[in-house]
């Protein structure tokens, strides 16, 4: 495994969580805002494998702690988790350009909202702050589920992240 396919991914997924952090909370019209570091995390997991999900999670899941109110190691263990299990799919299924990449976000944010909480109650015992069944999660799915198709299109055309030999 070459350099450029582990730093590239997290360098992209660090400025996706640097621009979901600042940018996007400069619209407070906007409650629901796309998870877009979630989806960059699951593509290149999906496509580059498990060790450039593991470092590229870790790496964008300790800058989301560092820059939010989470305690650190929170994110990052959380992202590392989902790098780990998107990357053990990788060259499984072949894409379809838009079934795959919703199906893949869909149970990516799921994952996350359940690994989140799962981590919230052992640290926290019955003091859960997560919930899957608040509306604001069934927003942000189908949010994720609109912006994957068009995500996983645009890095699918970028010579950077084509696979040698079949295209999955």
Known sequence: MDRKSV????????????????????????????????????YFSYRQGQFCG???GFCSGLLEDILST???????????????????LKGNFFINVILLPILLVTFGTLINILLSM???????????TISVLRIETLYEIGVNIILAP??????????????KGREY
């Open 150 to 163: 068009v995500v996983f299109s645009i890095l699918n055309a970028t010579r950077a992240f084509k696979l």
């Open 70 to 88: 989470s305690p650190i190691g929170f994110n990052a263990f959380v992202k590392t988790l989902i790098g780990f299990l998107y990357g053990t």
């Open 118 to 128: 799962a981590v919230n109650f052992v640290f926290l015992g019955s003091r859960i």
């Open 7 to 42: 730093v590239l991914p997290t360098l992209i997924i660090c400025f996706a969580t640097i621009a979901q952090t600042f940018i996007f909370n400069w619209f407070p019209l906007i409650d629901i805002k796309p998870d877009l570091r979630m989806i960059l995390l699951i």
């Open 54 to 56: 593991q470092i590229s």
